[in-house]
């Protein structure tokens, strides 16, 4: 849900203000703090999970409240500093952009940075409730800070400028931070924030410089798209990152719950085994499968629907379904890279994914730049979809190849992935060209068809666990919180 809404607030924002000038400024302005906070919104998590999810309640909610302090004074620092060199970081960010572009991307994100303390403080807040079983935390104060945001965004003095629109999301991330507390605070412990000098402070601070090295490698796209797409074309930046935003989601969608479960899924400090690893990678690669092959065959009336409106004209948001339909390939393959890395992760492994991820980081620069001037922003989707096909190889041999580890390739359930492939493709053909007959609204049978597929994907990925007798993690549709 909380996902939802900040897909409908990117929506919204998009009405408003339509491909060009200030949607490209705001675009930009808001990459370097959303890349930011996408980094350590997934590395705090992946980081904290593990360690609070073995300790007694007590301990636990102390250690959470410690983690959260910290975690909000340190980057009120880096908030402060991107605040002061806001002006070259936009230069280095795009520098084909505008100048009016350019001074109005240097305001959102001077205005941005403010809310990253609060976002990156609930974080560790919701690390703490899915570590204790309050696994609704995220979820819930995601969703509350989507919808104080996009319910601001219709209010005149929110909307008239991209920098009001910015002030807007400040506000909704306080609210955020109350949220996360409470919903993690049970009637006995409550986290409450305290400070604490770890006596080895460098031992935390290394893991998580290694997580956050390596979620910066993999979620590159998000600074990559408005360069390229500044170099590309006037607007161009903002197909780019609409389209990048909704395979984020979908990726999400698919991947996220479980990826959370495998991070609490050790039962001792001392064994690095996962016992819930097969059947989160297993369900991770049917649920993505099936969810990505609806998308590549019913994505773009839908993007239409969602975005076609205000100043965001059909044509542009014909571009970007079609962009988000190039990626299925990539949504796949990205959904079990997180899995992959959520196992390691649990396991202690965090520098050795940066060496993994660096191949697949080249390839995606190299094949950008050598295809962008042939086939212009499709080059995008090609580049990643090659980059993380290697990363998912480099991650599986060395997973396969750890003392604690295992077989990856013989835990995919591919018959099952092959048959699921098949019956979602023809549902999905069958809902379009019948649809097309009967003159039925584009969206309507894209929306039918991705139904379909969100209900054949469930019904064979609880079939899969049944059949294997293994746990059964969180899966599309069902609770498990969300990531910002």
């Not at 479980?258 to 039962?267: D, F, K, N």
């Given at each position: 849900?909380?996902l939802a809404?900040?897909?409908?607030?990117t929506?919204r924002?998009g009405?408003?203000?339509?491909a060009g000038t200030?949607?490209?400024?705001?675009?930009?302005?808001?990459?370097?703090?959303?890349?930011?906070?996408?980094l350590?919104?997934?590395?705090i998590?992946?980081y904290?999970?593990?360690k609070?999810?073995?300790?007694a309640?007590?301990e636990a909610?102390r250690r959470?409240g410690?983690?959260?302090?910290?975690i909000?004074?340190?980057?009120?620092?880096?908030?402060?500093?991107?605040?002061?060199?806001r002006?070259?970081?936009i230069s280095?960010?795009?520098?084909?952009?505008s100048?009016?572009?350019?001074q109005?991307?240097?305001?959102?994100?001077?205005?941005?940075?403010?809310?990253i303390?609060?976002?990156?403080?609930?974080?560790?807040?919701?690390?703490?409730?899915f570590?204790?079983?309050?696994v609704?935390?995220n979820?819930?104060?995601?969703?509350?800070?989507?919808?104080v945001w996009?319910?601001?965004?219709?209010?005149?003095?929110?909307?008239?400028?991209?920098?009001?629109?910015?002030?807007?999301?400040v506000?909704?991330t306080?609210?955020q931070?109350l949220?996360?507390?409470?919903?993690?605070?049970?009637?006995?412990?409550?986290?409450?924030?305290r400070?604490?000098?770890?006596?080895y402070?460098?031992?935390?601070?290394?893991?998580?410089?290694?997580?956050?090295?390596?979620v910066?490698v993999?979620?590159a796209?998000?600074?990559?798209?408005?360069?390229?797409g500044?170099?590309?074309g006037?607007?161009?930046?903002?197909?780019?990152?609409?389209?990048?935003?909704f395979?984020?989601?979908?990726v999400?969608?698919?991947?996220?719950?479980?990826?959370?479960?495998?991070?609490?899924?050790?039962?001792?400090?001392?064994?690095?085994?996962?016992?819930?690893?097969?059947a989160?990678?297993?369900s991770?690669?049917?649920i993505?499968a099936?969810i990505?092959?609806?998308?590549?065959?019913?994505?773009?009336?839908?993007?239409?629907i969602?975005?076609?409106h205000?100043?965001?004209?059909?044509?542009?948001a014909a571009?970007?379904?079609r962009?988000v339909?190039?990626?299925?390939?990539?949504?796949?393959?990205m959904t079990i890279?997180?899995s992959?890395?959520?196992?390691?992760?649990s396991?202690?492994?965090?520098?050795?994914?940066?060496?993994?991820?660096?191949?697949?980081?080249?390839?995606?620069?190299?094949?950008?730049?050598?295809?962008?001037p042939?086939?212009?922003?499709?080059?995008?989707?090609?580049?990643v979809?090659?980059a993380?096909?290697l990363?998912v190889?480099?991650?599986s041999?060395?997973?396969?190849?750890?003392?604690?580890?295992?077989?990856?390739?013989?835990?995919?359930?591919?018959q099952?992935?092959?048959?699921?492939?098949?019956?979602v493709?023809l549902?999905?053909?069958?809902?379009?060209?019948?649809?097309?007959?009967?003159?039925?609204?584009?969206?309507?049978?894209?929306?039918?068809?991705l139904?379909?597929?969100?209900?054949?994907?469930?019904v064979?990925?609880?079939?899969w666990?049944?059949?294997q007798s293994?746990?059964?993690?969180?899966?599309?549709?069902?609770?498990?919180?969300?990531t910002l």
């Amino acid at each position: 849900m909380g996902l939802a809404l900040l897909a409908i607030v990117t929506i919204r924002v998009g009405a408003l203000f339509g491909a060009g000038t200030q949607l490209d400024g705001y675009l930009v302005g808001v990459a370097a703090p959303s890349l930011f906070l996408s980094l350590l919104a997934t590395a705090i998590p992946s980081y904290i999970t593990p360690k609070l999810s073995v300790l007694a309640p007590r301990e636990a909610s102390r250690r959470a409240g410690e983690w959260a302090l910290f975690i909000f004074l340190s980057t009120a620092i880096v908030a402060a500093v991107i605040i002061a060199a806001r002006t070259p970081i936009i230069s280095v960010l795009a520098p084909g952009l505008s100048k009016e572009s350019s001074q109005i991307a240097a305001r959102v994100l001077a205005i941005y940075a403010l809310s990253i303390p609060s976002t990156l403080a609930a974080s560790a807040y919701a690390a703490y409730g899915f570590a204790n079983g309050r696994v609704w935390t995220n979820g819930v104060s995601t969703g509350v800070y989507g919808a104080v945001w996009l319910g601001l965004l219709f209010i005149p003095a929110f909307t008239h400028s991209v920098s009001s629109v910015s002030f807007a999301c400040v506000i909704a991330t306080q609210i955020q931070l109350l949220v996360a507390f409470l919903c993690s605070s049970s009637r006995v412990h409550r986290p409450w924030p305290r400070w604490r000098m770890p006596a080895y402070p460098w031992v935390p601070l290394l893991a998580i410089a290694g997580v956050v090295v390596n979620v910066a490698v993999g979620k590159a796209n998000i600074i990559l798209d408005p360069m390229l797409g500044s170099l590309s074309g006037k607007g161009d930046v903002s197909l780019l990152v609409y389209a990048t935003r909704f395979t984020i989601l979908i990726v999400a969608v698919c991947g996220q719950g479980p990826s959370l479960t495998v991070l609490s899924g050790r039962t001792s400090a001392d064994d690095r085994k996962n016992p819930l690893a097969i059947a989160a990678l297993a369900s991770t690669a049917l649920i993505a499968a099936g969810i990505a092959t609806a998308v590549a065959i019913a994505f773009e009336p839908l993007a239409r629907i969602i975005l076609g409106h205000g100043q965001f004209t059909q044509h542009s948001a014909a571009e970007v379904g079609r962009l988000v339909e190039d990626y299925a390939p990539a949504i796949v393959l990205m959904t079990i890279a997180w899995s992959l890395e959520a196992t390691l992760y649990s396991m202690g492994v965090t520098w050795r994914l940066v060496l993994l991820s660096l191949p697949g980081l080249t390839v995606n620069i190299a094949l950008s730049l050598l295809l962008l001037p042939a086939v212009g922003i499709e080059a995008r989707p090609i580049a990643v979809t090659a980059a993380m096909l290697l990363y998912v190889v480099l991650l599986s041999r060395y997973l396969s190849n750890m003392k604690d580890g295992f077989d990856v390739a013989r835990a995919l359930p591919k018959q099952k992935i092959i048959e699921l492939v098949a019956l979602v493709a023809l549902v999905s053909g069958i809902s379009r060209l019948g649809g097309n007959a009967l003159e039925i609204p584009p969206a309507v049978w894209a929306a039918t068809a991705l139904g379909f597929a969100g209900v054949i994907v469930l019904v064979a990925t609880r079939s899969w666990l049944r059949d294997q007798s293994l746990p059964r993690p969180s899966v599309a549709g069902e609770p498990s919180g969300s990531t910002l």
